[in-house]
């Protein structure tokens, strides 16, 4: 066994320099030891205590403000954390480290135009370092370009696609072996795979060489969940699956049959279950002169949606009421354009709902139901956190997933189960007036954004809590540990 830095060696390690700070209690290297002591140990307050005391002495040091920053955004704090990092890139401004870790947040937000300005200065001070080129190729892609995120991936995994995370467990972990796809699309696995009882080893599948054996694991997650962004990486990860006797979560070969498109066109039919009509279509000819004749022909009528494939959170994506809105569609990033019949979500009194299941090892649990004024509905734009009443739907929802869905709706969800046919995954729906199930869009990729501290959302913590005792039975039961 290689050794790893358990959570018994942090102990001792803490221990260790808790007397030597009782000798020394000015220093400040052992000041900050500590504090990342406290911080791998996930020992939030105490952390924090000494990040403070650290900054009281030192204002500007670049070790306390951009540790600081890293676990106050582990705990959810964006905006401290943009604080922590932009203070680390004034004082700093040539550690690559600061503007990275600052761009990364900053494209987590939807920030990419100044994200990548710190990409490329990270880069003019590092020409190779690794986590500006993925950060850039992450940005890039966002803003439409490619040729150019290709150009970056290729030098951030091409000798790269490899990387063995920190295992902060005690005892022998469950070796997980992690499938990426460089193209994003990725589940978000941080809050399902704890790395105090799994030790992760990440491989991106388009840089894999296959001549280069697999490491040692106990299971394969494959995170890889778009498929119509990642169908490069599936087809990889199909063949990396092949070479393994381990048990497969999500098997690339299932995932690859959830695009857009093909997921409509498998669900269309089954009873109780309304999916859109859609179309992917040359942009050039729909944004110019003919293209609402295009669209008519493919039996589109006004109003539906737009988007452009391969973006998500409602970026590149809008409601054409008329010929004249297409052509704001021009401006989206791609050559195709994706068309999608508009499915009436409204309620009794006008609001749009939008209701979220999580499909964990076959089995559906309720997550969130929210409701807005808008057509473009999602759980952190909706209107939920003002509206006590909205509160009250979606709790009911969470409470009794059978009866605000009904008989007719259940059933319907459970044919969807059946012909997704993965592991970890969700639906995102709406019931119509008859019971029916409205399909919006059904993949591995729905996130589950933590909840926040605030009281308001106590209603939601059982469910949370339900889902991840799921994925943590799931993997459990299926891991097979190889033989001696």
Known sequence: MTDRPTATSRRLRLAEVERAL???????????????????????????????????????????LNDFGTLVLDAGYKSAARSLFGAAVQHHPDNPRGRINLANLLLAVGEFDEARSHF???????????????????????????????????KAFANNFL?????????????????????????????????????????????????????????????????????????????????????VINHPRAVLKTGRSANAERLRGLPNVVVPRMATLPKRSLTGPDGAAIAAERGFAFPFLVRAPGFHTGRHFIR???????????????????????????DGDGFFRKLRVMIIDRKIYPLHLAISRRWKVHYFRADMAASADNRAHDAAFLSDMAGVVGARGMAALERINTALDLDYCGVDFAVSRDGDILVFEANATMVMVPLSDDPKWD????????????VRRMLTNRVQKPPC
Do not use: W
């Not at 209603?459 to 799921?470: C, E, H, L």
């Open 120 to 154: 490329e200065a990270a880069l003019r001070v590092d020409p190779d370092h690794v986590h500006a080129h993925r950060g850039l190729g992450n940005v890039l892609a966002e803003l439409g370009d490619a040729v150019g995120a290709r150009k970056h991936r290729d």
């Open 320 to 346: 054409v009421e008329n010929p004249a809105a297409l052509a704001a569609a021009a401006e989206f990033p791609g050559d195709d354009l994706c068309l999608i019949e508009e499915l009436d979500a409204r």
């Open 22 to 64: 009782a000798q020394d209690p000015e220093s400040a290297d052992l000041l900050f030891a500590r504090a990342g002591l406290f911080r791998e140990d996930d020992r939030f307050e105490e952390a924090k205590r000494d990040y403070f005391e650290l900054l009281r002495r030192t204002p500007t040091d670049f070790g306390a």
């Open 163 to 247: 990387t063995a995370l920190p295992y902060r467990g005690d005892g022998d972990p469950v070796s997980v072996l992690l499938l990426v796809s460089a193209a994003g699309g990725n589940i978000p696995v941080r809050s399902i795979l704890d790395n105090r009882q799994f030790q992760i080893t990440s491989l991106v599948a388009e840089y894999a060489d296959p001549a280069v054996a697999l490491p040692p694991h106990d299971l394969v997650f494959n995170s890889i969940g778009d498929a119509d962004l990642c169908r490069e990486g599936l087809e990889v990860a199909e063949a990396i699956v092949g070479r393994t006797d381990r048990p």
């Open 459 to 470: 209603y939601r913590r059982p469910a949370f809590d339900n889902v991840f005792a799921g």
